[in-house]
Nanobody, 117 residues
């Protein structure tokens, strides 16, 4: 059974940092591109970042600040999202996504990030 489990979210003050993790299981993790998306209250989901299967290339959503970095460790079946200098507008639920698994994307359950003083 394919499963994605995100962790690392929480409440952080403006200017703080968080590193989100997503552990995949039930599939050959190192063969698939992975992405992070986010959805803020009242807004549509937006792409945050994607990374190729080997981790050699990454790209970011147009509205995503350069404060964010996606990376992965295939030996640990884990993809990360490092978020620095967080701002209130980064408040959202962040989702890990397995791309194009048997023709479809598989979503994790999400982890909440709240940036507030």
């Amino acid at each position: 059974q394919v499963q994605l489990v995100e962790s690392g979210g929480g409440l952080v003050q403006p200017g703080g940092s968080l590193r989100l993790s997503c552990v995949g299981s039930g599939f050959n993790f190192g063969r698939y591109a992975m992405s992070w998306y986010r959805q803020a209250p009242g807004k549509e989901r937006e792409k945050v970042a994607s990374i190729t299967s080997t981790g050699g290339n990454a790209n970011y959503g147009l509205s995503v600040p350069d404060r964010f970095t996606i990376s992965r460790e295939n030996g640990k079946n884990t993809v990360y999202l490092q978020m620095n200098n967080l701002k209130p507008e980064d408040t959202a639920t962040y989702f890990c996504v397995l791309r194009n698994y048997n023709g479809r994307d598989v979503w994790g359950q999400g982890t909440q990030v709240t940036v507030s003083s």
